[in-house]
């Protein structure tokens, strides 16, 4: 089954709002993570959050994860022309220490307007 | 439908030695992104690859490492003269297009450089 689904799948914001981005996911998981990825570029890893963890910051982004609702959300504060990108959550699942890989959702299309 | 599939799972080298990573993507896609993921770490984007061609290689190290991805046969991530910072795990993904496409990730390639 699908992990790792984002909603909304695009947002549209002016520059300087805050974007929130939610991801849902079905499967027990060792961890969340969230990715960028830039107009006909790579993805770029954006942050990590285990599943022990309930809130982590890093710059102007702010993650949260509720594993009983099998959820995790992306803030972004201060919006730039700069973020506009896709937004992916990634789920790592737990599976006993197997390397079984992640899956990644269709993504946010982020644009913010100036 | 067999999904993406990496060979093999573990692989362990002594240092100066060469590593080769296989990546069959999934039958009908044509594209294929290579991951590392270091300890403890989320994924790092090294190359974006199409039949015969490069596209993407931003994230790839500037010495040592190359991929290829032939008209026949699998994606190859090749690594020479592994030094022990190479040690990581290696993930391959594709996608039946580009960028914009859900990627669909294989078990990875552990790699332990003694």
């Known amino acids: 089954s699908q992990q790792g689904e984002e909603d909304p799948q695009a947002l549209s914001i002016q520059e300087g709002e805050n974007a929130t981005m939610n991801c849902s996911y079905k499967?027990?998981?060792?961890?969340l993570q969230w990715y960028r990825q830039n107009s006909g570029r790579g993805l770029v890893h954006l942050i990590l959050?285990?599943?022990?963890?309930r809130e982590k910051h890093s710059g102007r982004l702010r993650v949260t994860l509720d594993t009983s609702k099998k959820s995790s959300s992306l803030l972004i504060t201060a919006s730039r022309a700069a973020d506009t990108a896709s937004y992916f959550c990634?789920?790592?699942?737990?599976?006993?220490?197997?390397?079984?890989?992640?899956?990644f959702g269709k993504g946010t299309h982020l644009i913010i307007q100036p | 439908n067999a999904g993406v599939m990496q060979n093999p799972r573990h692989l362990v080298r002594r240092r100066g030695q060469e590593a080769r990573l296989r990546c069959s993507p999934m039958?009908?896609?044509?594209?294929v992104y290579w991951y590392r993921q270091l300890p403890e770490e989320g994924l790092k984007f090294m190359v974006y690859?199409?039949?015969?061609?490069?596209?993407?290689e931003s994230g790839m190290p500037k010495e040592r490492f190359s991929a290829e991805f032939p008209k026949e046969g699998p994606s190859i991530l090749r690594i020479q003269q592994v030094v022990r910072g190479d040690s990581a795990a290696y993930f391959c993904?594709?996608?039946?297009?580009?960028?914009?496409?859900?990627?669909?990730f294989g078990p990875g390639t552990r790699l332990t450089v003694l």
């Open positions: 039958k009908g896609h044509s594209h």
């Open positions: 993904a594709s996608s039946p297009a580009g960028y914009y496409n859900e990627q669909f």
């Open positions: 690859l199409q039949k015969e061609n490069i596209i993407d």
């Open positions: 959050i285990r599943s022990n963890e």
């Open positions: 499967t027990s998981i060792n961890n």
């Open positions: 990634a789920t790592d699942p737990d599976s006993g220490g197997g390397a079984d890989g992640l899956t």
